[in-house]
């Protein structure tokens, strides 16, 4: 089969494109031929050598969507799609022709998805179900801050958030596009900017239930600022500062939550059940797929990777044949 590898870390020069073994399924895995497979931000830091845990030659890649080809009677010519923290890591990634994945970890794609819009699903809308789901609860009527609104995973949980009745408020620099499902939806957006605690604070009638900040770092005072008392605060990212400091009098006075979501120590099984808990979303039409920026070939995946990394707006996917 074709695949992508590096042997070595850097900028996506060092991506190769190689002729590598086709995997075989066994009792302990299933194979799936991947139709497409999205690249994220972290994919590429997993090239340049951001993650330690990557074991080398390594094929990258963690979201994905094909069809089950060698595997269960029940599963095959399934069509499945996933993401993990495992896979492109310390297991062989997506951006290849085939994978191979323990049974536990397939979950059928929305047949209202084509296989690249669902390839492009994985990592963004696990990491938000996960904080405004299963670790902040949050509930009809409720109102989330999304800090980072306009960006993958804050668009995710701006669709998540409505999907369960909440209210949202936009916090980003720029306003969201009003063609993007997340611009869609939203009830308020505010700037971030120097007013950003007094207008969010306004709106919400003195804070809100839960703040999602995907920014994190320079960000984190304000998102701990704009949450009422014994409201939820979640944190993904430490953009631009990994130390931070903040009021300890203030929080605990405040009774604030702090929730840490780590999607990537979720591998491809341990996220199968968040992908499967999505599809009702997207087959009811609760649940919009992002937009696809750019699509590229497997044969041009170091374009794709300088895409992700130049910061392209909306999501880089790679088809195979």
Do not use: C
């Amino acid at each position: 089969m074709k695949a992508i590898q590096f042997k070595s870390f850097g900028s996506p020069e060092v991506l190769e494109h190689v002729d590598a073994p086709t995997p075989q399924a066994d009792a302990d895995n299933v194979v799936v031929q991947v139709k497409a497979a999205s690249v994220n931000p972290s994919d590429v830091k997993n090239v340049s050598g951001h993650f330690a845990h990557t074991a080398l030659p390594r094929t990258p890649g963690r979201d994905f969507s094909g069809v089950v080809v060698d595997g269960p009677q029940a599963w095959l010519g399934a069509e499945v799609w996933g993401t993990g923290g495992d896979i492109g890591f310390t297991r062989e990634g997506t951006h290849a022709e085939f994978i191979r994945i323990p049974p536990g970890a397939l979950s059928r794609k929305p047949a209202t998805l084509s296989h690249a819009e669902a390839s492009a699903i994985g990592v963004n809308f696990v990491v938000a179900w996960l904080g405004t789901v299963e670790y902040a609860h949050l509930q009809a009527g409720e109102t989330i801050a999304v800090i980072g609104a306009g960006g993958g995973v804050g668009g995710a949980v701006v669709q998540i958030a409505k999907a369960r009745g909440a209210r949202v408020i936009a916090v980003d620099r720029q306003p969201l596009s009003a063609d993007s499902p997340a611009g869609r939806l939203i009830d308020d957006y505010v700037p971030f900017d120097e007013n950003v605690t007094e207008r969010v604070r306004t709106l919400s009638g003195g804070g809100v239930d839960v703040v999602y900040d995907t920014v994190g770092g320079v960000a984190f005072e304000t998102a701990l600022s704009l949450v009422k008392r014994r409201g939820r605060v979640l944190e993904i990212s430490g953009t631009g500062k990994r130390r931070v400091e903040f009021d300890l009098i203030d929080f605990y006075h405040n009774e604030t939550q702090l929730l840490g979501v780590d999607s990537a120590k979720l591998g491809v099984a341990e996220s199968a059940p968040l992908m499967t808990a999505l599809v009702e979303g997207f087959e009811s039409g609760k649940l919009q797929a992002p937009a696809i920026a750019q699509t590229f070939t497997l044969e041009r995946a170091r374009d794709a990777y300088d895409a992700v990394a130049a910061g392209t707006r909306g999501r880089v996917v790679i088809e195979m044949p």
